[in-house]
């Protein structure tokens, strides 16, 4: 059974950093690509970043540019997410998500249950 | 940036009926070179992550009721539940993965 379970979620102030960490198992996490996407309690989902299995494609959301950067350490089975120079409007909770495929252009096929961030002074 | 604008923002089907969404893409994200489209759905329920449905426009996932179906191409999709069911109670995303990633605005769909 595939498990995604994230950790280092919590409460920051605007402009610190927080690094997210996903747990993966019951597959083969060297075969696919990963993502992140988080969600404001009650609203929409947003895709946040994806890596590809070997860290070769990394792909962004236009407002993460420059202040997030994902990366996984695949003898560990875990995904990252280091979130700098953090804002309000970054407040949410922060799933994990596994690819159906090994690169990055790819549908997800299963979620863990998100870890959350509020930032806020 | 491709923009996913679903329709309608809510709707309300009695059991047992037909529910349909529907999902249009600001640009084609159909790769002609495999003749995929980009396009998947997911349903989520309150209090938990979203699920996947359909993949590749079309393909349902192991385990989803064939009473879902996704349908499409180009820039025009449809999400189709043949005959709801209350368990269907959830909203529902559309997602393009040809460039980049973006979410539709999510559909709640309600029992009348």
């Known amino acids: 059974e595939v498990q995604l379970v994230e950790s280092g979620g919590g409460l920051v102030q605007p402009g610190r950093s927080l690094r997210l960490s996903c747990a993966a198992s019951?597959?083969?996490?060297?075969?696919?690509?990963m993502h992140w996407v988080r969600q404001v309690p009650g609203k929409g989902l947003e895709w946040v970043s994806a890596?590809?299995?070997?860290?070769?494609?990394?792909d962004y959301a236009d407002s993460m540019k420059g202040r997030f950067t994902i990366s996984r350490d695949n003898a560990k089975n875990s995904l990252y997410l280091q979130m700098n120079s953090l804002r309000v409007e970054d407040t949410a909770l922060y799933y994990c998500?596994?690819?159906?495929?090994?690169?990055?252009?790819?549908?997800?096929?299963?979620w863990g249950q998100g870890t959350p961030v509020t930032v806020s002074s | 940036d491709i923009v996913m604008t679903q329709s309608p923002d809510s709707l309300a089907v009695s059991l047992g009926e037909r529910a349909t969404i529907n999902c249009k893409s600001s640009?084609?994200?159909?790769?002609?070179?495999?003749?995929?489209?980009?396009l998947a759905w997911y349903q989520q329920k309150p209090g938990q992550p979203p699920k996947l449905l359909i993949y590749?426009?079309?393909t349902r996932e192991y385990g989803v009721p064939d009473r879902f179906s996704g349908s499409g191409s180009g820039t025009d999709f449809t999400l189709a539940i043949s005959s709801l069911q209350a368990e269907d109670v959830a909203v529902y995303y559309c997602?393009?993965?040809?460039?980049?990633?973006?979410f539709g605005q999510g559909t709640k769909l309600e029992i009348k």
């Open positions: 998500a596994k690819s159906g495929c090994s690169s990055t252009t790819c549908y997800t096929n299963h």
């Open positions: 019951g597959f083969t996490f060297d075969d696919y690509a």
């Open positions: 890596i590809s299995w070997n860290s070769n494609s990394i």
């Open positions: 640009q084609s994200v159909l790769n002609s070179s495999n003749n995929r489209n980009y």
């Open positions: 590749w426009a079309s």
């Open positions: 997602q393009q993965y040809y460039v980049s990633h973006t």
